[in-house]
């Protein structure tokens, strides 16, 4: 009987000393993808909405389907992630075999290969040189290791600020989504070589004024230099640049720099419609991320522009494009909860309306297929901006002087959760975004009386 206890003891011991060198070699192996790649991507089971909320809170959750919240992992994440003793599983890098670099500009302008950042660099002062008229170069400001990060204003009177609204397109902010990237670019070009050509794209080169970052983490893309080889989600610090805005829910999140030359430069031209485009799914993704039983004032307005989109690509794809969660629409928090995003931090601080475009399912986009990337999504990338077109439009001056006012527009009853908006400074221009209905507006500035326009 002792002798029989002794096996079974024995053997229990064995199978811990197997499990413990099991965990070792996974563990050692995440070290080494790490240090190989600059980061790691892994997927994590989840038995509850609460320890999936906590894994967001603390690491770059990309995704979240089948109970697994999938996550990447920076070198800064390395170690606390271990500390929670959880299992994981190591994800393949996909899509870094289908990376083609161009051989030079005109090469890369033809939209089915990669960029060198030189090339880039060219490109975007090409487009400004060619249509001096529709076309003005801005920066940004610079990544962590110098990096321009540029945004070209298009509009049909480019150098002059317009009483117009202003529109906001950035992509891949996480380094390796690179598809939005090029697809921007063919944007810029598409909408400035079918200037005269295209009514809807006169429509809207005429009417408002389009701003194109179509990179904004250029450490991520270019982490090893000139070419994309091994782009990584973070920038040169290790920090997730869509976790690190703003937040009153996180008042710890660091704000890098590329973030606040972001802000000052959101701020600067009171965008009233953006979208940022990522990778790792595909799917429009509106407000609010932080919220799960909380609606933005606007969500019906919202889910109908991110209806649309979808919609719209569905004519363009193959059936089974774009057709994750509500067949390619979702309310963020619904999916899984992000603090320190871009997209909450826009519509809630800056009372913007910003929406996030989930590409492409593999986030490095396979350079053989940016050409149907771009034929699938390029009428909702049109249809989009034309939103801003529409809902309320009107300025608030001074009765007496007619000088321009900067005034809070408020829908009482409606207006909840800083979804009003200000008129600008320049011109007491306002654009308040709606679904169709009928609504009594309230404008109130320091030093007036409040004022109402009912129905």
């Not at 110098?146 to 529109?167: C, F, Y």
Request: some cysteine; proline content about 4%.
């Amino acid at each position: 009987m002792n002798k029989l206890k002794s096996i079974f003891l024995f053997f229990f011991l064995a199978l811990a000393v197997e499990a413990n060198s099991q965990d070792r070699l996974i563990e050692e192996k995440l070290s080494k993808v790490i240090a190989e790649y600059g980061q790691a991507e892994i997927a994590v089971p989840f038995s509850s909405r609460t320890y999936l909320d906590n894994l967001s809170r603390r690491f770059s959750v990309w995704s979240v389907n089948d109970k697994k919240a999938f996550i990447t992992l920076s070198p800064l994440d390395l170690e606390k992630f271990l500390e929670l003793n959880h299992p994981f599983e190591i994800l393949e890098n996909k899509g870094l075999e289908g990376i083609v670099s161009a051989s030079g500009v005109n090469e890369a302008m033809e939209w089915d290969t990669y960029p060198t950042y030189s090339q880039y660099d060219s490109i975007m002062r090409k487009f400004a040189s060619d249509y001096p008229s529709l076309c003005r170069l801005d920066t940004i400001g610079k990544s962590g290791c110098g990096k321009l990060i540029m945004a070209l204003k298009i509009s049909d009177n480019v150098t002059q600020n317009e009483n117009e609204p202003e529109v906001f397109y950035t992509s891949t902010m996480h380094g390796d989504e690179t598809g939005g990237f090029v697809l921007m670019l063919h944007l810029i070009d598409y909408l400035l070589k079918n200037y005269t050509a295209v009514p809807a794209v006169r429509e809207l080169v005429d009417n408002l004024e389009i701003w194109i970052n179509p990179l904004s983490n250029p450490d991520g893309t270019y982490r090893t230099g000139n070419t994309i080889t091994i782009p990584t989600r973070f920038n040169s610090g290790g920090f997730d640049l869509n976790r690190s805005f703003p937040d009153p829910l996180d008042t710890s999140i660091e704000v890098p720099k590329e973030n606040q030359d972001m802000i000052r430069f959101m701020r600067a031209h009171n965008f009233v419609l953006s979208a940022n485009f990522h990778a790792g799914t595909e799917v429009v993704n509106y407000p609010w991320d932080r919220y799960l039983f909380r609606f933005h004032a606007d969500d019906a307005w919202f889910n109908s522009i991110s209806r649309a989109y979808a919609d719209t690509v569905h004519k363009y794809s193959t059936p089974v494009y774009m057709d994750f969660m509500d067949n390619g629409v979702t309310r963020g928090a619904v999916w899984y909860t992000v603090y320190g995003g871009r997209q909450d931090f826009v519509t809630w601080e800056l009372q913007g309306r910003e929406v996030t475009i989930e590409l492409d399912d593999i986030k490095t986009t396979p350079a053989a297929q940016l050409g149907l990337l771009w034929l699938y999504n390029r009428s909702s990338l049109i249809g989009y901006l034309g939103n801003a077109l529409y809902g309320i439009h009107g300025q608030v001056r001074d009765s007496v002087s007619l000088k321009p006012l900067k005034a809070k527009v408020f829908i009482a009853g409606h207006d909840k959760d800083s979804s009003h908006v200000y008129s600008d400074t320049l011109y007491g221009a306002f654009v308040r975004m709606l679904a169709p209905g009928s609504y009594d507006i309230t404008f109130s500035a320091a030093g007036y009386k409040t004022k109402t326009v009912k129905n």
